[in-house]
């Protein structure tokens, strides 16, 4: 069982696995951010007229940092091989927040680093993910 002391969970899983694993429990959750368009101005020769269409979408990244228990290195292992990959590793990412939303979006991992270490086996992990989908928002049923 990882450290569960806010309640805010990160899991995440290999494209190509069936099962998301737990991570740990989040400290800290940079901005969402749901990504960025340029504008492209088409002008034609025979008019004074531009008309502006929306370009494709760049998404950003998402900085975090998550408290683990070392004993249970699985999810947080998964996490460090995408890291340090000489290819390109897509993860599935889900956040479940307290009251049951839940955030999910593809993601790569282009920095991480182990930022502190506390009595009582909890491991904190600083990670950044370069969103690589739109963020999906589900929020919980009632």
Not at 4 to 27: I, M, N, P
Not at 101 to 123: A, E, H, R, W
Not at 137 to 142: E, N, R
């Amino acid at each position: 069982m990882a450290v569960q002391a806010q309640g805010v969970t990160l899991f995440v899983k290999k494209e190509a696995d069936s099962e998301f694993e737990e991570v740990g429990c989040l400290q800290s959750l940079g901005d969402i951010d749901f990504g960025s368009r340029d504008v492209i101005e088409i002008e034609c020769l025979s008019s004074f007229v531009t008309q502006k269409l929306l370009g494709a979408k760049k998404f950003g990244n998402l900085d975090f940092t998550y408290s683990f228990d070392p004993r249970e290195l699985h999810g947080n292992q998964i996490v460090k091989n995408a890291f340090d990959s000489d290819i390109s590793v897509v993860l599935d990412v889900k956040i479940k927040l307290v009251d049951t939303t839940m955030i999910d979006f593809k993601g790569l991992v282009p920095s991480y680093k182990l930022i502190d270490f506390t009595k009582g086996s909890v491991v904190k992990a600083s990670t950044s993910f370069a969103i690589n989908s739109t963020p999906l928002v589900t929020a919980p049923t009632v």
